[in-house]
């Protein structure tokens, strides 16, 4: 009973202060619409003149100078912060703490990556319009941030969060912490997260440093956290200069866009990063494999499973246009071809890599070496052979372009043009074609006849 009159009095507070909020911003901004408050600044009409009088006055600050010492360390200090969360409105922090941190202001939908961010949920005095100050800027907020809030609770889990500088009473923040207490069961998850969320609390007469238990009730359930409560933040601070730094925050805001990239720009659905572990994955072909290091350092065996993912295509394209990187073991590359050949119904064009190897050629590509041009033609296509050389022997100089773009049925035309390159092309004319038509010719099907 006494835990739900707390939560009440807790909505009620909220629902006041925010109200309070909403009545002085509206006799604010009706003042200085009828010319009895005058400002400073202009105010376009899609911006509340309070919030553009707020800026304005916030914009400016002054650093004290026996703070110097204290936000010197804490500036050393973010670059082992990955993530930063802020009700402030100033640029205090952005200026001369987490300068290398991307800002997020409000609560956006598509956060992109929170990872090297400093997230101020209330709005910024660069951006007047993203303050949160009245009730209905709340009630936005609450409904916006539910995508936020997901990130938030898998960052809160996963990492030790301090809270500093930092009162607790942002109803946005108990509700977050409620939802992340509701989803622990086990008495060691409970006694995990109750060590990462560190509150930390400054009292003037405390000549020390205490540590102890800090237990809050938010909506009828309770909140536990490690609290420190101290006179001296540089004692905190030095303490935690000591931390072991894992990586660079640069570094893994580099690999996140290098692996982002990757995942987004190829083959998007087909595509997706898997962890190197042991020889007993079953790769169907579709995976890729991402190493990061320079190209001799990866280990054959790693570019093995890499080149698992090709498909027939990829062979296809790079005998018309040579784009596949250098591959640095050619019995990967072989392997990548026997196994891809064995589920591939077109016979693949395998010519190109095996010159000049010296090892052990797999038998299904030595099948494929030993055949010439007119082998791998299919039925259909020797069934019009006869027509073919009737029509090459009226037109002995005609060429691929010319039958492409002629009036013959479609698919004697893809069959006369697989003709032409199996027994009369040129290889220059014929790679030229190939070049500017590759992406017109369904299945790229006369492609193979170039490598022979």
């Not at 050949?341 to 050629?361: A, C, D, M, W």
Request: charge should be negative; include cysteine.
């Amino acid at each position: 009973m006494q835990a739900r009159r707390q939560a009440a009095n807790s909505e009620n507070s909220e629902e006041v202060l925010t109200r309070i909020g909403s009545m002085i911003e509206y006799d604010f901004n009706m003042s200085v619409y009828n010319g009895k408050i005058h400002m400073d600044v202009s105010v376009e009409n899609s911006v509340s003149p309070l919030k553009r009088f707020l800026s304005n006055l916030l914009s400016g600050y002054n650093i004290k100078e026996e703070m110097m010492d204290e936000i010197n360390l804490l500036k050393k200090l973010s670059k082992k912060m990955l993530t930063v969360v802020t009700t402030n409105y100033d640029t205090f922090l952005e200026d001369h703490i987490f300068t290398t941190h991307t800002r997020v202001t409000g609560t956006p939908i598509f956060l992109g990556g929170e990872i090297g961010t400093l997230l101020k949920m209330h709005g910024c005095v660069t951006e007047p319009e993203s303050i949160i100050l009245t009730r209905e800027d709340y009630v936005r907020m609450e409904r916006r941030s539910k995508v936020l809030v997901g990130k938030l609770i898998h960052l809160f889990t996963e990492n030790p969060v301090i809270f500093l500088g930092y009162s607790l009473t942002d109803v946005s923040v108990q509700r977050l912490l409620v939802d992340i207490f509701s989803c622990v069961e086990s008495p060691y998850d409970f006694k995990r997260l109750k060590e990462r969320l560190i509150y930390v609390e400054y009292d003037k007469k405390e000549s020390g440093v205490d540590i102890g238990d800090l237990i809050k009730d938010v909506d009828g359930r309770s909140i536990h956290m490690t609290k420190i409560r101290l006179s001296n933040y540089m004692v905190l601070l030095e303490h935690m200069s000591e931390m072991e730094k894992i990586t660079k925050l640069k570094e893994v805001l580099w690999l996140k866009d290098l692996v982002q990239n990757l995942v987004v720009n190829y083959q998007g659905s087909k595509t997706k990063i898997i962890q190197m572990s042991d020889d007993s994955e079953d790769y169907s072909g579709d995976e890729v494999v991402v190493a990061i290091g320079k190209e001799k350092d990866i280990p054959d065996t790693l570019q093995e499973r890499g080149l698992l993912g090709l498909e027939g295509d990829d062979i296809f394209r790079d005998i018309v246009f040579n784009d596949m990187p250098t591959v640095s073991s050619k019995e990967s590359l072989l392997k990548a071809l026997e196994k891809l050949s064995h589920r591939n119904s077109r016979t693949l064009p395998v010519h190109k890599y095996l010159k000049g190897f010296q090892g052990e050629i797999p038998p299904v590509l030595q099948e494929i070496q030993s055949k010439g041009p007119e082998d791998i033609l299919s039925r259909t296509i020797k069934k019009d052979r006869p027509m073919f050389d009737e029509f090459f022997a009226q037109n002995p100089e005609i060429s691929f372009e010319e039958i492409y773009q002629s009036s013959l049925p479609n698919v004697r035309k893809s069959n006369f043009l697989v003709l032409k390159a199996a027994l009369h092309a040129d290889a220059q004319e014929l790679r030229e074609f190939l070049e500017r038509r590759f992406h017109d010719i369904p299945n790229s099907s006369f492609a193979p006849e170039l490598s022979l």
